[in-house]
């Protein structure tokens, strides 16, 4: 499953808001330097889909804030 992330590094609070079935927003404490929101966010993720985070992949957008995540 695909799903398109909008995220939003150096949050206060940790969260998901669901948009629609394939947009999210997610929210994280950790700064976009060294792929750290990036981890974060995979991480979050793997929570919120009940999965373990190596089944959740960047495919587009690492270095961006608007991403595309395949949920394996």
């Known amino acids: 499953m695909k799903i ?5 590094p150096g949050a206060k609070h940790e ?3 669901s948009i629609d079935g394939t947009h999210v927003t997610v929210s994280v404490h ?3 330097h060294e ?3 990036n981890e ?3 991480k979050a993720l793997a929570e919120h889909f009940r999965v373990a985070p ?3 992949r960047i495919v587009q957008g690492y270095a961006s804030r ?3 995540v ?3």
């Open 4 to 8: 398109f992330v909008t995220v939003k």
């Open 35 to 37: 792929g750290k929101a």
């Open 15 to 17: 969260e998901i808001k």
């Open 54 to 56: 190596s089944r959740v």
């Open 40 to 42: 974060a966010v995979a």
């Open 66 to 68: 608007k991403k595309i």
């Open 30 to 32: 950790a700064l976009p």
């Open 70 to 72: 395949e949920i394996l």
